[in-house]
């Protein structure tokens, strides 16, 4: 089932969008967010069983994969991941897809709050999550 939150169309997340998610390559110093940089995290991806309905995928307007989110509910709290591909990177893209994820996450959640984490050194994504 998918929902048009915003821009973006977001459905749950497939096999196939997993494995391709996985296989992404960022430019360094953002290669800090390769699947492949931690087993765990690459493994609860590409599990369906420990992707459960926490993973969803990101669509543009042709229904091209562009991104992801992770939606993953504590208490009234709902921790939020997510990943644009990495050639959309840089883009100015970014707040308009957070944007979309979390319109999505209130919808599914109802939550009281968000969490996000973002490494010190990237500015873009801090920069974006600051407005």
Known sequence: MSSRAGS????SMSQEDAQAIAGWAYEPPYDFYDWHADADDVEELLDPARRDDRYFSAFDSTGGLIGFYSLRPEGDVVVVGL???????GR?????FLEDGLAHARERHRPAAFRLSVAEFNTRAITVYER
């Not at 973006?8 to 459905?11: E, P, R, S």
């Not at 990943?83 to 990177?89: C, K, S, V």
């Open 8 to 11: 973006v169309g977001i459905a």
């Open 92 to 96: 100015g893209l970014g707040l308009s």
């Open 83 to 89: 990943g644009l591909r990495p050639d959309l990177t």
